[in-house]
């Protein structure tokens, strides 16, 4: 089974930047649409920012214009560059990639186990 790996949390103050990291430890498929999601204490999971195979990103409008997600189709990674970072922004962040048509696993969904970023006031 698939298992994907996050990198990249820590503590930091506020107005910092943290880069967050995500790869698959075995062997994945193609096309997929790419995502990072968060979850702060006694909140649910909520979406940050997605990339689809074609490369069309969308943010939440929390983050809008102080994170940036990138993907590589053939890795099969993905990142996400905070910026400008908020102690609101404290929460531990999952990767997830979910294989799209054209994918011969279409309809799988993989998650990380998550990272925690802490940003102090």
């Known amino acids: 089974q698939v298992q994907l790996v996050e990198s990249g949390g820590g503590l930091v103050q506020a107005g910092g930047s943290l880069r967050l990291s995500c790869a698959p430890s075995?062997?994945?498929?193609?096309?997929?649409?790419m995502g990072w999601y968060r979850q702060a204490p006694g909140k649910q999971r909520e979406l940050v920012a997605t990339?689809?195979?074609?490369?069309?990103?969308r943010y939440a409008d929390s983050v809008k214009g102080r994170f940036t997600i990138s993907g590589d189709n053939v890795k099969i990674t993905v990142d996400l560059q905070m910026n400008s970072l908020k102690p609101e922004d404290t929460a531990v962040y999952y990767c997830?990639?979910?294989?799209?048509?054209?994918?011969?696993?279409?309809?799988?969904?993989?998650w990380g186990q998550g990272t925690q970023v802490t940003v102090s006031s």
């Open positions: 997830n990639i979910k294989a799209v048509v054209g994918s011969p696993l279409y309809g799988r969904e993989y």
């Open positions: 075995g062997g994945i498929f193609r096309f997929n649409a």
């Open positions: 990339i689809t195979y074609g490369g069309i990103t």
